[in-house]
């Protein structure tokens, strides 16, 4: 059985980081491209990053380029994104997903197999 379990959200002041985390297991977590994705209320799941199965390659939108990055512990089954300079509009739940993809194509959340239960980030101005 697949588990995806988001952990590091929380309130934080505009300028402000936080680091998410995202530990996998029941998957062959090296073979998988990760994203990350987030969805505020009324609104619906955008793409934040994903990060290639060795960690090499990652992708971000130009909402968060510059501010957020993507890196991943394929021995421990982790993948973090780390979050600076935060926004009131960063709110939201910030949910992690397995899949198989290349390309723009990570940006689909139909390209991911396996998702977490999200964790929340506010962002208070």
């Known amino acids: 059985q697949v588990q995806l379990v988001e952990s590091g959200g929380g309130l934080v002041q505009a300028g402000g980081s936080l680091r998410l985390s995202c530990a996998a297991s029941g998957l062959t977590f090296s073979r998988y491209n990760m994203g990350w994705f987030r969805q505020a209320p009324g609104k619906e799941r955008e793409f934040v990053t994903h990060?290639?199965?060795?960690?090499?390659?990652?992708t971000y939108p130009d909402s968060v380029k510059g501010r957020f990055t993507s890196t991943r512990d394929n021995a421990k089954n982790t993948v973090f994104l780390q979050m600076n300079s935060l926004k009131p509009e960063d709110t939201g739940v910030y949910y992690c997903a397995a899949g198989y993809c290349s390309g723009y194509g990570c940006a689909e959340t139909r390209r991911y197999d396996y998702w977490g239960q999200g964790t929340q980030v506010t962002v208070s101005s």
């Open positions: 990060i290639t199965g060795g960690g090499v390659s990652t």
